[in-house]
């Protein structure tokens, strides 16, 4: 009895080794970050109505994954004591696979598509880049502008040049100014958390408005986010109502965030909303 006591033991840990490596993998290893930025992209065409090309858009989620695996793993060489050694191999082969298959899906791209793509990665490299001074995240106001700017050219105007559509239009520019507002809302609970291990040149927003502040912030931001969408779009109103439960999580997010949240309460449920979002509305679209 002891001795299959042991062994259930023994097969027991193991799993939860290998669950927790696999979750490693998704969560902190990108594949969760990129897939809130794809489906924020996707949400972006059915607001007006456009078809999903999962080709095309499919760019998005390359392109988020190899970015952010890059600027969090790239600094420390892919390698840490604080992952099994199969972690950081996987993050190397797949960040290598996912730009090489990106650079596939990028060489056919129209004029406007690389115009967009190009500002970001040059938004995005001023973000991480610290001798840019004072324009990189070591300002903490310009961390959370660039972060929201960077996301809504990327989820709210990349997939219409991706489509080789007019996308310089009142509507687009309606839903970028929302994706704007949307993503500075996301990040309000990351300020909170980060409000204790921040230590830049200027603080986080937080730091320097507090955390009641701060999330009033949110909230305002949220206001503006869903009244410029609803502006730009013309949906039913059972797409409106899940819109609007979903900005309502948000905002209960918001409102639970605090500097002593463990990690997952951003970094998996806030970033997962639009995860749940694009569910509900694919759902909502097979009714």
Same mark, same amino acid.
């Given at each position: 009895?002891?001795?299959?006591?042991?062994?259930?033991? #023994?097969?027991?840990?193991?799993?939860?080794?290998?669950?927790?490596?696999?979750?490693? @993998?998704?969560? #902190?290893?990108?594949?969760?970050?990129?897939?809130?930025?794809?489906?924020?992209?996707?949400?972006?065409?059915?607001?007006?109505?456009?078809?999903?090309?999962?080709?095309?858009?499919?760019?998005?989620?390359?392109?988020?994954?190899?970015?952010?695996?890059?600027?969090?793993?790239?600094?420390?060489?892919?390698?840490?004591?604080?992952?099994?050694?199969?972690?950081?191999?996987?993050?190397?082969?797949?960040?290598?696979?996912?730009?090489?298959?990106?650079?596939?899906?990028?060489?056919?791209?129209?004029?406007?598509? *690389?115009?967009?793509?190009?500002?970001?990665?040059?938004?995005?490299?001023?973000?991480?880049?610290?001798?840019?001074? !004072?324009?990189?995240?070591?300002?903490?106001?310009?961390?959370?502008?660039?972060?929201?700017?960077? *996301?809504?050219?990327?989820?709210?105007?990349? !997939?219409?040049?991706?489509?080789?559509?007019?996308?310089?239009?009142?509507?687009?520019?309606?839903?970028?100014?929302?994706?704007?507002?949307?993503?500075?809302?996301?990040?309000? !609970?990351?300020?909170?958390?980060?409000?204790?291990?921040?230590?830049?040149?200027?603080?986080?927003?937080?730091?320097?408005?507090?955390?009641?502040? @701060?999330?009033?912030?949110?909230?305002?931001?949220?206001?503006?986010?869903?009244?410029?969408?609803?502006?730009?779009?013309?949906?039913?109103?059972?797409?409106?109502?899940?819109?609007?439960?979903?900005?309502?999580?948000?905002?209960?997010?918001?409102?639970?965030?605090?500097?002593?949240?463990?990690?997952?309460?951003?970094?998996?449920?806030?970033?997962?909303? !639009?995860?749940?979002?694009?569910?509900?509305?694919?759902?909502?679209?097979?009714?």
């Amino acid at each position: 009895m002891s001795h299959l006591l042991k062994s259930v033991e #023994k097969y027991y840990f193991c799993l939860m080794k290998w669950i927790k490596l696999l979750w490693d @993998i998704y969560v #902190k290893g990108s594949i969760h970050v990129a897939l809130s930025v794809f489906s924020m992209a996707a949400l972006s065409l059915i607001s007006l109505n456009k078809n999903i090309p999962e080709l095309p858009l499919s760019i998005v989620f390359f392109a988020s994954y190899v970015y952010y695996n890059l600027i969090k793993f790239a600094p420390v060489g892919f390698k840490g004591t604080n992952q099994p050694t199969i972690f950081w191999n996987w993050l190397k082969l797949s960040t290598l696979f996912s730009l090489l298959i990106l650079l596939y899906l990028v060489k056919d791209l129209s004029q406007d598509s *690389w115009i967009i793509l190009a500002l970001s990665l040059f938004f995005g490299v001023l973000y991480v880049q610290k001798e840019l001074l !004072p324009i990189s995240r070591e300002n903490g106001w310009i961390k959370a502008f660039l972060v929201s700017l960077v *996301w809504a050219l990327i989820t709210a105007v990349l !997939p219409f040049t991706l489509l080789q559509e007019a996308w310089f239009g009142l509507e687009v520019i309606l839903l970028f100014l929302s994706h704007f507002f949307l993503v500075l809302a996301l990040l309000v !609970p990351f300020e909170i958390r980060d409000m204790s291990v921040d230590q830049l040149m200027l603080p986080n927003l937080a730091q320097q408005l507090g955390v009641q502040k @701060i999330k009033w912030v949110g909230y305002l931001s949220l206001i503006l986010s869903i009244t410029l969408w609803m502006l730009a779009t013309e949906l039913g109103v059972y797409f409106q109502c899940a819109y609007f439960i979903f900005y309502c999580i948000t905002a209960a997010f918001i409102a639970g965030a605090r500097i002593d949240r463990p990690q997952s309460y951003t970094s998996l449920w806030v970033e997962a909303t !639009p995860i749940f979002l694009l569910g509900s509305v694919w759902v909502l679209g097979l009714l």
